[in-house]
């Protein structure tokens, strides 16, 4: 699983609370992204890190926010969860040459009731 | 704005017969292209990559072909076998954007 660790796996919270989900990985790769897999949608790209302190909106960024203080840290926020976040999501790192291969972890099933 | 549509969103094969998935892209600036598999409760994993100055690349039973003109590209898997049912994403992107575009995805399943 390329050493990236996905923290809760299931969280089931209410609407307007604030929501974190941590990302750890043990690669010392310097690309992290934050994707939303729903159904008829694919993966889609929330937020991306190129480095500490250093990131990036993708398509469907508005309603999170993302820190990335340390190499081995990406966390994902929703400052308000909405029932429309209800979905799984994934972190990955990337490798290869350009860090065009992501790896991904096994993801957390987010519930926005 | 769909980039990267998988327009089969499910394929049927029985096992031993070739799988072919399909997978068309709308940016022309697209130069390196991926496929991943997916299986119930688990994050997507690699299968095989393809750069647009080839258009053929082959990893045991699992060949990508590019179409560059018709911005298409399909993902063959011969022969087909059970543990190869999954979802596939096509995925794309620009090198140096460092932003991979994947499609919706095909559920692939083989049949004995």
């Known amino acids: 699983d390329a050493g990236i660790t996905q923290s809760p796996r299931h969280k089931v919270t209410e609407t307007g609370t604030p929501v974190t989900l941590r990302c750890h990985q043990t690669?010392?790769?310097?690309?992290m992204y934050w994707y939303r897999q729903d159904p008829g949608h694919g993966l889609r790209l929330i937020h991306y890190s190129y480095g500490v302190k250093d990131t990036d909106k993708g398509e469907v960024s508005d309603g999170y926010s993302v820190s990335r203080s340390k190499t081995e840290d990406f966390l994902l926020t929703l400052e308000s969860a909405t029932s429309s976040q209800t979905s799984v999501y994934f972190c990955?790192?990337?490798?290869?040459?350009?860090?065009?291969?992501?790896?991904f972890g096994s993801g957390t099933q987010l519930s926005v009731l | 704005d769909q980039q990267v549509k998988q327009n089969s969103p499910s394929l049927s094969v029985q096992e031993g017969r070739i799988s072919i998935l399909n997978c068309d892209y709308t940016?022309?600036?697209?130069?390196?292209f991926l496929w991943y598999k997916k299986y119930p409760a688990e994050g997507p994993t690699f299968l095989i990559s393809i750069s647009s100055i080839k258009d053929k690349n082959e990893d045991g039973r699992f060949t990508v072909f590019l179409n560059k003109s018709a911005k298409h590209l399909s993902l063959h898997i011969v022969p087909s076998q059970p543990g190869d049912s999954a979802v596939y994403f096509c995925a794309a992107l620009v090198q140096g954007a460092q932003k991979l575009v994947f499609g919706q995805g095909t559920r692939l399943t083989i049949n004995p």
């Open positions: 990955a790192i990337g490798a290869g040459r350009g860090g065009e291969k992501l790896f």
């Open positions: 690669e010392n790769h310097r690309y």
């Open positions: 940016n022309s600036m697209f130069d390196y």
